[in-house]
């Protein structure tokens, strides 16, 4: 029962993402605008982007690409692209927190293997952004930037829903157990 109702909050989330994504995309602009007022940003920015940049550039390090990484972004082919806090993978954050509250509210699964959950969750999640972020540099790098803006804009969303959906299946069959009464 709990499985369902995790996996159907999955899929709200990704039927009502899908449908407010054209919205989001027309004003992620100006919403990152209202976002910066807040300074929590600046801490983002100069301490988790440097990060993020670097794995990116660790990770295609064997691919033998025209990458230069800078602390805010990557050269590639010739091309600066920035990076900012709003591309780091926030989003992605939010929609596990939700499911991990949604899942693990119940006392019905051991201690271990629900924080077991939350560590793979995190790790993968992050994991999954940096490897969203690397395809952004490889379409960058060999074909056209539009393609770029369509996967980060659109497709990258999509992305961390079939990683949720994996994550979950994964932790209700191998890292869930339940408590012995």
């Known amino acids: 029962m709990k499985q369902k109702q995790v996996f159907g909050t999955i899929f709200l989330l990704f039927t009502l993402f899908l449908m407010v994504l054209p919205f989001l995309v027309?004003?992620?602009?100006?919403?990152t605008r209202i976002l910066q007022q807040f300074q929590l940003y600046v801490y983002m920015q100069q301490l988790i982007v440097p990060i993020e940049v670097q794995a990116v550039r660790f990770m295609l390090s064997p691919l033998h690409m025209d990458i230069l990484a800078h602390p805010d972004g990557f050269t590639v082919n010739?091309?600066?692209v920035g990076m900012t806090w709003n591309c780091i993978g926030w989003q992605s954050i939010l929609l596990l927190g939700i499911t991990l509250l949604v899942s693990l509210r119940s006392s019905s699964y051991t201690l271990l293997s629900q924080i077991e959950?939350?560590?793979i969750g995190v790790l993968g999640t992050f994991l999954v952004n940096l490897l969203r972020?690397?395809?952004?540099?490889?379409i960058l790098a060999?074909?056209?930037?539009?393609?770029?803006?369509?996967?980060?804009?659109?497709l990258a969303a999509v992305v961390t829903i079939i990683w949720l959906f994996f994550f979950w299946w994964f932790?209700?069959?191998f890292v869930l157990e339940e408590k012995q009464i």
């Open 133 to 138: 972020l690397c395809f952004i540099v490889v």
């Open 26 to 31: 027309t004003f992620n602009d100006f919403l």
């Open 117 to 119: 959950t939350v560590v």
């Open 171 to 173: 932790a209700y069959k």
């Open 142 to 154: 060999i074909s056209r930037p539009l393609f770029a803006v369509v996967y980060h804009d659109y």
């Open 78 to 80: 010739g091309a600066y």
